[in-house]
């Protein structure tokens, strides 16, 4: 349900609704956009007078919203939403500010990580993104360096002061993760649906949560995931199309669904970038991906850089190097200009 | 890395290879087959001097397993694995032995429950399933009955003598599952590669795993997620063809891919279930793919049957009433008889 | 629109009232039940006043028909379709006839077709299988042996009487394959959507039509191309399911989605018969894919069978053995007495 | 196979060879690259005698050309391709030339046209589409205006200049669209696998082709159906990527595989448009996909437009209307100028 508030109505009197509204164990959102407040309400409405509501002095008028989506819909909050980084730190994510997430698949050791931070960030990327906790499809793999991966971001961070996006896999990790300070907590593909581990950082933190669509997940099914997390009290999600799953696989390792970031730029007003590294699989693809993201309309990009892909110990084959993620930066900056 | 042990080779001297071989930081899996035994070696095998294996005198060959597959793999363990449930309970699955596992999508009272398991059992299910905890694409959605749930399906076991089969979501929740004797413990589709979930399931309990075919998921990626339990020390895992997302979705849910069945059958020990409920999402379509999956080779199967499928309050649509399921169970009896 | 035609009425008065249809240009399907006739009419219908036509003392009552499927509609034709062959050759399809079509992917000697024809009828096959004209994703593979193909074909049916199944590509060659007196045409997977064929194969010919589901087909896409075959003046089609494209590539060529048999049985009338060869590419799946068919109610299957498999021209990995073939024939029987 | 000639060779001698080599019944295709010149052989090589054509005086090297692509192949023609139309007119398509095809999806009447063809062009379309005769998956739905529509394209062309896009569907209709001199005729989605109609606009013209990805078509198969019209004889191919079949279909109607560009542009020297009103099938969607289809490397975009999309006979709501159609163009424009 939503209420549009009058323009003019006094704070004193809305906070007053917000709290009656709030005992009636509904979750109150309140937006305020350029002309008007409006109050998206969440839960059980039922048990909501709509007729005593609208006839309040400060409501203009009161709509049902039968919509699926309800905290991510378009319709509860029409402006695009910022996500100032609870850290504190900067860039901001939406609205304008467009992100540039850039690392390696996995952080493997202190050299790769301290080195290619610095090359990353003279490139012109303002956010570092790697993996200590890794997601592999064989028990077998490697999995990650753990809590030492998230030590060395951490130092990578105080080095270049780019804030961390990195993967959270196991809810007995947050703790460890709340604690590093961690900017950007990325929901891996694996995990889109695993509720609890969304319920938790939707209680536990107000980290920006990087949550990235399933992967074979439909555009609804990442929509309803953010819902988890926001329903549970953290608004801070952005979305990460990636690629599907589909039946060409000869020349790509998924299919990088473009269309996603329009189709959700119309339904939400939160921030939707693209991983072009793992859309495509291949690294000669991620350029013109980037490109095509940013003609696209999204709001940033994450891009695996490796300073040596060919021995990388995960997703080798989609990293660029610096150097080609230097030549892909300057390209991004004279899109950006002309799509400004 | 395979041993083929001698016939006739003496459990001591099997038994002191074993320890010598784990001291190098191996897993052993040793199998019994009728004719001789089988050392499935898992780990780093690197460290080994296959020459030196080779020449011992209770070792017939020694042969290296390029596969993905280790502990799943039929190469390991060329008979099929009968798992006998660790609570005791009867019956056994795998290698002949038919499951037949029936009940609500959702447990949603007792009466409903009790009264539905004396149903299943007088028409011949040997297995009662229904959730507790369960996974909703909506935040908003009813979320399952919790703990209350998995004590009435402890009461209609109590009942019924039939084991359960019931969704772990959560690792929080695992000790109340191990504490209650859940005899079959559910990994659902959205969970097959929550990799810690897994690892859990693998190192905690012996119960039987019942591990589904994620909501896309490749054939390769359900026997790579049985490893992560296995490899972590239960091997009592079956398997679940639940049907595959495609574009084909006018006329059903999914895409039941009965091909599955063979094609696991061929590359694995473990026993292998099918789901026509979820796999089609038509109550209609379920007696006819129920057939269609026991001629196809599999081990079991797996129904929804609800008292008043219209009021269900979850996939009411896929399933069967009471009487359905009876009905069905006598061609399923007379089918199995052609079949043998 | 269909008009329900009241017990007892006399002949007379119907076909009076099925000329006045036609005279309003619509097509007129008369279907004779067990119980009562029942007029399909295909065409605009908005010019009918359908009050006049209920008033008629022959006419019980009128429904409209707002399906998309109009002359393949179970609603026009509630028994299953038996197709006689225009040719007079038997067996008949659908209606409890099971048609067993086997044979080799492409004809490619005399040698070959005769000893196989005669391999699998000794087997139980009541129908040759085999391809002149091969439809091939590479210009430079081989294409078939054309016209003396399609003589080999009518040879190997004059040797053993089994009416032929073969595959047209071309309309240029459709007076050829009317002029051999072909029992069944096929319209292959790559051409289930070439409307200009299906209208011609509509009107020039009263041979049974086995339409293909397309490589990527939807259910009510096949059911569509049936229409564009029936509204042309030919009804004697059967529908195929061939196997689907989908995501899972690694071990099997493509999805067989055997609920579409089950599916399409309940939306139409005509006979449904199934691929297990095209709709794995694996032999060793056909058997129990062959099995699962039969129990999910198809009408006939249609197997792929080759002397030597391993030196086909075409689809070699897909082809039985004459051996294999004869026993999974003998597995075939079984069911389906059970099944009966 | 592939031979490099040695620069400074003489004319008189390369035709000497090529012609040798085509009394070898092999297909020979002449590249003058901007260095030196390549032979390209298609048919069977095997019965040349590599080291003998080496050892020629005018002959650098011969390699063989294992890639399942000839004629298409990128290493055969290692620049971009440029295609002239055959009917004189202009614009060229590929290399630098960026094709802006527009118009309605199915021709509807003069006034619909002739009004429509204004606008467009002065907007900015370089190219008239329009479909004449229209693939429908009903029989009963409207099939199009047949050649009545074509004249009307005819006169469009007239009154504007620009060249005509339109789709061929049945191989008799091949010589009216060669007598109205159509300059880019249309192999549509549903016909891209069928190899009789390729086959003969491969031999029967030398108008560029427009050859539409399969509904469900792999990057491959695109390939090779141009194989089939090059194979045959006419090199002027244009590949089109309009949206694949996948399980997301609750926001677009396809999912657009825009990095099918750049990795079509990696294996072949024909050039590649994208049309975005299919590959999504929403209007309010082709704005953002064509300039994503700009930066991804696309050569061309193929848009449909109509003066009142709510009354189109086909595909209206994914048509813009001209004014919105200009608005675009103003971003291409802008777009482009940024990637030069």
């Known amino acids: 349900m939503i209420v549009l508030i009058k323009q003019g109505a006094s704070e004193e009197k809305i906070n007053h609704l917000v709290k009656w509204l709030e005992d009636k164990s509904l979750i109150v959102r309140k937006f305020d956009g350029q002309e008007q407040s409006v109050l998206g309400l969440i839960g059980n409405t039922n048990a909501i007078d709509k007729d005593m509501l609208s006839s309040l002095d400060i409501v203009d008028s009161v709509a049902d919203t039968p919509e699926t989506f309800k905290a991510s819909s378009k319709k509860m909050h029409p402006d695009d939403t910022i996500i100032n980084l609870h850290s504190g730190r900067q860039p901001a994510i939406g609205g304008g500010n467009f992100a540039i997430m850039a690392g390696p698949c996995s952080v493997e050791s202190r050299?790769?990580?301290?080195?290619?931070?610095?090359?990353?960030?003279?490139?012109?990327?303002?956010?570092?993104?790697?993996?200590?906790?890794?997601?592999?499809?064989?028990?077998?793999?490697?999995?990650?360096?753990?809590?030492?991966?998230?030590?060395?971001?951490?130092?990578?961070?105080?080095?270049?002061?780019?804030?961390?996006?990195?993967?959270?896999?196991?809810?007995?990790?947050?703790?460890?993760?709340?604690?590093?300070?961690?900017?950007?907590?990325?929901?891996?593909?694996?995990?889109?649906?695993?509720?609890?581990?969304?319920?938790?950082?939707?209680?536990?933190?107000?980290?920006?949560?990087?949550?990235?669509?399933?992967?074979?997940?439909?555009?609804?099914?990442?929509?309803?995931?953010?819902?988890?997390?926001?329903?549970?009290?953290?608004?801070?999600?952005?979305?990460?199309?990636?690629?599907?799953?589909?039946?060409?696989?000869?020349?790509?390792?998924?299919?990088?669904?473009?269309?996603?970031?329009?189709?959700?730029?119309?339904?939400?007003?939160?921030?939707?970038?693209?991983?072009?590294?793992?859309?495509?699989?291949?690294?000669?693809?991620?350029?013109?991906?980037?490109?095509?993201?940013?003609?696209?309309?999204?709001?940033?990009?994450?891009v695996e850089v490796h300073n040596n892909p060919a021995k990388a110990l995960s997703d080798g084959p989609q990293s660029l190097t610096p150097e080609k993620f230097a030549e892909l930066m300057v390209r991004v900056n004279k899109l950006r200009e002309a799509m400004s």
């Open 111 to 302: 050299e790769q990580i301290i080195a290619l931070a610095d090359e990353i960030k003279t490139a012109g990327a303002n956010f570092i993104r790697g993996g200590a906790f890794k997601p592999r499809t064989s028990p077998y793999d490697f999995q990650g360096m753990g809590a030492e991966g998230l030590d060395l971001l951490v130092e990578a961070r105080e080095k270049t002061g780019l804030p961390i996006v990195t993967e959270l896999m196991d809810l007995r990790q947050l703790d460890l993760f709340i604690e590093k300070d961690i900017d950007v907590i990325q929901i891996g593909a694996r995990n889109t649906q695993n509720y609890d581990l969304l319920k938790e950082v939707g209680k536990q933190t107000k980290a920006a949560i990087l949550l990235k669509r399933g992967l074979a997940g439909t555009i609804k099914e990442l929509l309803m995931s953010a819902e988890y997390i926001m329903a549970n009290g953290n608004e801070n999600v952005i979305l990460c199309e990636r690629g599907i799953r589909t039946y060409e696989h000869d020349y790509t390792r998924n299919t990088l669904d473009l269309s996603a970031v329009p189709v959700l730029k119309a339904l939400t007003h939160l921030p939707v970038i693209v991983d072009p590294s793992h859309g495509t699989g291949r690294a000669d693809l991620v350029p013109s991906m980037s490109l095509a993201a940013i003609a696209a309309g999204a709001d940033g990009i994450m």
